[in-house]
């Protein structure tokens, strides 16, 4: 079955698709440009945030690939470095002594909630002036409908 790719919809699929990724790339742009993210790059904040969203405090280095743009071995060499930093701590994972989980130090964590003050401020600044709240209610909703879409498919 061929896709009719000058049909309207799909044409608006796309169009929607590049929107919505042009205001990604351009408020991601202005967030890294955050003095707050002088001492920590936006990549390794979100490694940082992701790992407090870990109901035990704990994920495995694969799990936390997951939530991330960033390959394995990146994310592996990222990880050994802000381990060095003190940001956070590894182990040998409980169920299985081959995989490697981690975890936030007092440090990490500190920085986390310091830095996400002032990356959450820095978001509302920059699409406050753009969108009403309701106007945010709604592209959350809107995106939130598109994550579990994408959730259900790979199931």
């Given amino acids: 079955m061929s896709l009719d790719t000058s049909s309207a919809p799909v044409r608006q699929a796309a169009e929607t698709w590049e929107s919505l990724f042009r205001v990604q790339v351009g408020v991601m742009r202005r967030l890294q440009k955050d003095p707050a993210f002088k001492e920590l790059t936006m990549r390794e904040y979100d490694v940082l945030f992701?790992?407090?969203?870990?109901?035990t405090g704990w994920s495995r280095l694969n799990e936390l690939n997951e939530h991330l743009l960033i390959s394995q071995p990146s994310l592996s060499r990222m990880v050994e470095r802000m381990e060095a930093k003190g940001l956070v701590q590894r182990r040998p994972a409980e169920?299985?002594?081959?995989g490697v989980e981690l975890a936030l130090t007092d440090a990490g964590r500190e920085l986390q909630r310091r830095l996400g003050r002032a990356h959450v401020q820095g978001i509302y600044?920059?699409?406050?002036?753009?969108?009403?709240?309701?106007?945010?209610?709604?592209?959350q909703s809107l995106t939130d409908k598109v994550l579990a879409s994408l959730a259900a498919s790979a199931e």
């Fill in 95 to 98: 169920n299985d002594q081959r």
């Fill in 125 to 139: 600044e920059l699409l406050s002036p753009a969108l009403s709240n309701e106007e945010l209610v709604q592209l």
């Fill in 50 to 55: 992701n790992l407090t969203r870990c109901p």
